[in-house]
Structure formats: C-alpha cells, structure tokens
C-alpha cells in the first residue's frame, strides 16, 4: 500500500512517480485543499506485463476495467492532472483523460510497437478518444500505427507544452491551468458540425465502412491478430450506438479476448526478453550480401527473395506478393526489398546460396494453369524461411534453434510466430515435410534438410 505521505509534493503540485502511487495521489489531491493539482511522471502508465500469462479472458477484462476506473478518477478531478512524456505518451488512456500533456524536448511520431498493434491502442483510450475527438478522428489514430506526440495532442484538444525538464514544465503547466480556472467559468466547447453528423446511425455506417476498407489497404498495419481492426471498430461502433459507458464495456471484453491470445503472450514474452524486431537495416543487408560470407540470418532472407522472383516470373504481380507477405506478418515485402536492394546486390547474393538454388535468374518451364492464392504464396515464402532456417542449423551457421529464431524474427519473420523452427513445431514437422514434399515440382530448392527429414520421421521437435 502506498503512503500518502511517500507522494512528492512541488510547489503545492502532487507528483505520482508510479502507477501504484497514482491512486493515493488522486485521494490527496481532493482532500488536500492546497494542493493545486497532479502531474503523473514520465513513464507511468499501464503494465503491459501484467497480461503475461493470463489463464482467462475475465483476468484481462478485470484488469482493463481496472485501469478505466483509475482513467475515469483522472478524467473526473476538479483539480488539473498533466501526465508528463518524454517524447510519447505511453498509456493513451491517462494522457486521453488528463487535462494537458507535457512532453519533453522534440517529438515523436513513430510508429508503434508489433505489441501495440496486436492489442488495442490501450485500455481505456478508444471511448475517451471518441469522446473527446469523435468518431472519424478516432478511427483514423487507433488503425493508423502512431503514438500520441504534442501536434497529435494539441488536434485532439490537449493543451500541450513542449520542454525539459519535463516534470518541472508539468508542475508549470499545472500551476497555469489552476490560475485559468480560478479566473473562468466557461462552459465546455460545443461539439464539432462533424462530431453531430456523426450521431446518426447511416453515417457512422459508412464512416466505419471505409475506416475498414482503408485499413485493410494499408500494408504498415499488419494483421497479427485475424480481424484487430474490426475489433477497433466495434468498440467505437459501441460509442457511436450507446454512449462511453457501454462502450466501456465492449472495450474490456475485446481487450480480453485479444491479451488471452497466443498471438498477443508471444510478443508479451518477446517483449519482456528484450527481443521484439526492429525495422529492417536495409542499408546493413546490402552491404552483407555483398560480401562472400553469408551469415546464417541473411541467407534466410536471400532464400525469401529468391521465392519472390520465382513468384514474378510465374506471373504474379509484386503488390500481390507484397500484400501477402505483409498480411502474414513479414515486416516487409519482399518484391519491394528486391527493388531497394538492386540488381547487382541480389546477383552477388544468390550467387552466394547453395547450388540447390541453381537457376539465378527463375524462369519455369509453363506458367500454373491458375494463379497462386494468397494463401499459396504465403506458404511458398514462409516454407522457403523455414527449410533454409533447418538447412543453416544443418550447416551449423546457427549454433540452436533457438538462436535461429532469434535471428530469423529480427530479420523480419513475424514475431509472433515465434520464428520460423518454432512455427515449423506450432505446424508439425511432419506436416511442414509433406508441404516440401508437395512443392518439389518447383525445383532442387524444395529439397528438405536432413535435420528435417530425421526430425519428422521421429516425430520429434526442434525446441523439445
């Protein structure tokens, strides 16, 4: 339990240095009566590790109910609360209930984590966004990939200052808006002419309509989770039907559902490891390919892009590859690698892989009777990761599976998927045998690993 009197208090402001204290902050603030307000420190905010192992979708609404309850108590004080950020607001929830922002030097529009895009932008944001920027606007930050910076800020309606040291501005910032409020009474803003258009039931149809289509479109905001942006929207549809309440309690249902998922525990556990990916240094992979030593983690990134040339040649279109690629969760696509990266760069590389890949420019025999479903051609590029995964285990140019997980997922492998030996186990060797066996039509780079072959023949697992 955290003591009243452990709070910081300057200037007569109240400083909630962690979440545990913000509580006990919140009590202060109403019964002290010189006390002028509450700046929550950078920071502070909710627990994402706090969903690690949740055995039942209740656990992960009962935890989202818990932090709205502390984001309705912020949202409710008489007295400012300013949560201060060092360059983004971290829980979208408070700094949406919060009276002002304060952010440190500069700003950072970036986009978010594989984490933050696999569950809701945060408990307690969506309706709160909703409320205080309507529905269009709300649909358009939660699907877009962004975090909250001060120009975000300051269109949603924040009052937002931008310096260093932050808390000390937030104390500022507290001390300003206490003097506003001492000298005014004026009533809250009316809402916008496209906040009442909203109101009505055919408009927030086709708003959410398009909001959907758009977001299927956009290959940055990839699908960790089948259907998270329908999911965004049905909690924004619960806003638009039945008000903030109701919509509360979509929004800690879905929350559940998508923190109890396994997509959602592996990235929890990646996070936690410290190994979450981040974006490919294509600059770094150029120069690697370029050199006669292909390590083990660039070679499973040559093999995908020989794929993708043999996909090309086969007739597909590079937006239909791409697309592909990116709905099952690369973090890039692979025909648009194969343009940054250049002719010359990719000759060197593939000169580099092994003679089963002996046609360096892939051209089949007779084009497929029918074109590949994307379904297919996810397959035929993940199974390339996967094989020449097992064939650098073969080869020793990775000393564990787990080490080639490790590399394959910052190379851009879907994260959530544990990596490609890991998905190979979630698959079942045997299974991933027979879907090589199935595709050896295509050519000697379909040959299984020998690690593979005796693997599933004893039924065994590369992490066992």
């Known amino acids: 339990m955290t003591d009243a009197a452990s709070i910081e208090r300057t200037k007569d402001v109240l400083v909630a240095s962690s979440l545990a204290q913000l509580g006990p902050a919140l009590d202060l603030l109403d019964a002290d009566r010189s006390a002028r307000g509450l700046v929550v420190a950078p920071g502070v905010g ?74 809701l932008p945060g408990p307690a944001a ?36 931008g310096g260093s040291p932050v808390v000390g501005l937030g104390v500022a910032l507290v001390t300003m808006i206490h003097h506003k409020q001492m000298q005014s009474s004026a009533p809250p803003a009316p809402p916008s002419r496209l906040q009442a258009l909203e109101r009505h039931l055919v408009a927030r149809r086709v708003l959410f309509r398009r909001a959907l289509a758009e977001a299927s479109k956009r290959p940055p905001v990839r699908r960790f989770i089948e259907g998270r942006e329908a999911r965004v929207v049905e909690v924004l549809e619960a806003y638009g039907a039945r008000g903030f309440v109701y919509a509360g309690e979509v929004e800690a249902r879905v929350f559940g559902e998508l923190a109890i998922s396994s997509a959602s525990q592996r990235l929890l556990e990646l996070e936690k490891e410290g190994r979450l990916p981040r974006a490919l240094d294509v600059a770094e992979l150029r120069q690697s390919f370029l050199t006669e030593a292909m390590l083990g983690p660039n070679r499973l990134v040559a093999a995908t892009l020989f794929e993708a040339r043999c996909l090309r040649a086969e007739g597909l279109s590079p937006d239909a590859i791409d697309d592909a690629a990116r709905a099952w969760g690369f973090s890039w696509g692979p025909c648009a690698l194969l343009t940054e990266l250049g002719a010359p760069v990719l000759a060197a590389a593939f000169a580099h892989l092994s003679p089963r890949f002996q046609s360096r420019e892939p051209v089949p025999a007779s084009r497929p009777a029918s074109p590949p479903t994307i379904e297919e051609i996810q397959m035929r590029l993940a199974l390339a990761f996967v094989n020449e995964a097992v064939h650098a285990l073969d080869d020793a140019a990775f000393s564990s599976p787990i080490q080639a997980d490790r590399a394959a997922v910052a190379m851009g492998f879907p994260a959530f998927r544990g990596g490609p030996l890991r998905y190979a186990d979630t698959l079942g060797l045997r299974e991933v045998l027979h879907r090589l066996e199935a595709h050896a039509r295509l050519g000697e780079r379909w040959a299984p690993a020998s690690k593979l072959v005796l693997a599933a023949g004893q039924g065994s697992s590369f992490h066992s």
Request: aromatic share 4%; charged share 25%; hydrophobic share 45%.
């Open 46 to 119: 909710f627990d994402r590790s706090s969903l690690l192992g949740l055995a039942t979708q209740r656990e992960g609404e009962e935890l989202c109910r818990a932090h709205q309850r502390l984001c309705a108590r912020v949202a409710a004080s008489a007295k400012p609360v300013v949560v201060a950020c060092e360059k983004v607001a971290t829980d979208l929830g408070l700094a949406f209930a919060a009276r002002a922002l304060a952010f440190g030097p500069g700003t950072a529009s970036r986009a978010t984590s594989e984490l933050d895009r696999a569950l």
């Open 126 to 161: 969506l309706p709160r966004l909703a409320a205080r920027a309507g529905l269009r606007r709300a649909l358009g930050f939660a699907l877009s990939g962004r975090h909250l910076d001060d120009a975000t800020a300051r269109r949603l309606g924040l009052d937002v200052q």
